[in-house]
Nanobody, 126 residues
Framework: QVQLVESGGGLVQAGGSLRLSCEAS????????MGWFRQAPGKEREFVAG????????DYADDVKGRFTISKDNARNTVSLQMDSLKSEDTAVYYC???????????????????WGQGTQVTVSS
């Protein structure tokens, strides 16, 4: 089973960009579909973006589509989230998550993910 460590969070002004990275340790990272979720204070953890095990398929929440880009590098055991045109409502703790899968599929359900990182804070000032 992989372990996940996120990095890249911070404070940015509205309209700016940040790139989050998630590094996985362990074997067979290419067998894992990956997701990014976020949780704002007082709110439930929500899906942001997902990518299939091969990286060929991607999915985004409606409110980040066109602004965020998820990518997966199986050779380097990393998944990244490029966040552009950030808004104050993007402020949250962002979590990387992994699910072991056979098919090249994506899930938006947090219950389908078995491994989570510790989270990284993203704060967007208006």
């Amino acid at each position: 089973q992989v372990q996940l460590v996120e990095s890249g969070g911070g404070l940015v002004q509205a309209g700016g960009s940040l790139r989050l990275s998630c590094e996985a340790s362990g074997r067979f990272f290419s067998d894992y579909g990956m997701g990014w979720f976020r949780q704002a204070p007082g709110k439930e953890r929500e899906f942001v973006a997902g990518i299939s095990r091969t990286g060929r398929r991607r999915d985004y929440a409606d409110d980040v589509k066109g602004r965020f880009t998820i990518s997966k590098d199986n050779a380097r055991n990393t998944v990244s989230l490029q966040m552009d045109s950030l808004k104050s409502e993007d402020t949250a703790v962002y979590y990387c998550a992994a699910r072991l899968v056979r098919l090249d599929s994506i899930s938006r359900e947090k219950g389908d993910y078995t491994t989570w990182g510790q989270g990284t804070q993203v704060t967007v000032s208006s």
